[in-house]
T-cell receptor, first 120, second 114 residues
Framework: NAGVMQNPRHLVRRRGQEARLRCSPM?????VYWYRQLPEEGLKFMVY????????ESGMPKERFSAEFPKEGPSILRIQQVVRGDSAAYFC??????????????????FGPGTRLTVL | AQSVTQLGSHVSVSEGALVLLRCNYS??????LFWYVQYPNQGLQLLLK??????LVKGINGFEAEFKKSETSFHLTKPSAHMSDAAEYFC????????????FGTGTRLLVSP
């Protein structure tokens, strides 16, 4: 049973370019979460998606960042016009369910190996 | 809002010694609590989780943690450290209602010397 897959594992971009990070959740999981880890810091939540829906994007920067999880294919985190401050490790996690506004799930989030983005 | 504080960015122990990594949480509602381990250049692996069942939780690789509501703590312990335990450890919290957003601490790097 393959785990959460992320690609690429390493991505180098120059300032102003676009970065596209992909995440394939575990089989049977329809909930995806993106987190960012800056150097020497813990992970910070960015966005939570279900298939074709953004459920919670409270951690996403207001500009340049977007995420999607289409009906078919992986989830994509897109960063437009990257800047040096975007350099970080971006982790994707998936779970079978995600809870609702009224009732939580005890499901574990399973993390992928991450994409390490370096902006030159 | 929930938050987690991990005391000590680095903890050093000798092989065979007790491992104690501290985590205190803040939550206005009963929390779910997690410990994850991260090896260099890898993703996070779940060690154990507390979801309001038994307060003493046993995890993988001989780790365990005890939920103490009165102290708002969820410290991670292991009786005898192995060299392979050297890694970064993250404590995380989320509410037991609503969406599954995890709030992580800043991490504790465990160093194990021979």
């Amino acid at each position: 049973n393959a785990g959460v897959m992320q690609n690429p594992r390493h991505l180098v971009r120059r300032r102003g370019q676009e970065a596209r990070l992909r995440c394939s959740p575990m089989k049977g999981h329809s909930h995806v979460y993106w987190y960012r880890q800056l150097p020497e810091e813990g992970l910070k939540f960015m966005v939570y998606l279900q298939k074709e829906n953004i459920i919670d994007e409270s951690g996403m920067p207001k500009e340049r960042f977007s995420a999607e999880f289409p009906k078919e294919g992986p989830s994509i985190l897109r960063i437009q016009q990257v800047v040096r401050g975007d350099s970080a490790a971006y982790f994707c996690a998936s779970s079978p369910s995600g809870g609702t506004s009224g009732a939580a799930s005890t499901d574990t989030q399973y993390f992928g190996p991450g994409t390490r983005l370096t902006v030159l | 809002a929930q938050s987690v504080t991990q005391l000590g960015s680095h903890v050093s122990v000798s092989e065979g010694a007790l491992v104690l990594l501290r985590c205190n949480y803040s939550s206005s509602v009963p929390p779910y609590l997690f410990w994850y381990v991260q090896y260099p250049n890898q993703g996070l692996q779940l060690l154990l989780k507390y979801t309001s069942a038994a307060t003493l939780v046993k995890g993988i690789n001989g780790f365990e943690a005890e939920f103490k509501k009165s102290e708002t703590s969820f410290h991670l312990t292991k009786p005898s450290a192995h060299m392979s335990d050297a890694a970064e450890y993250f404590c995380a919290v989320r509410t037991n209602t609503g969406f599954q957003k995890l709030v992580f601490g800043t991490g504790t790097r465990l160093l194990v010397s021979p």
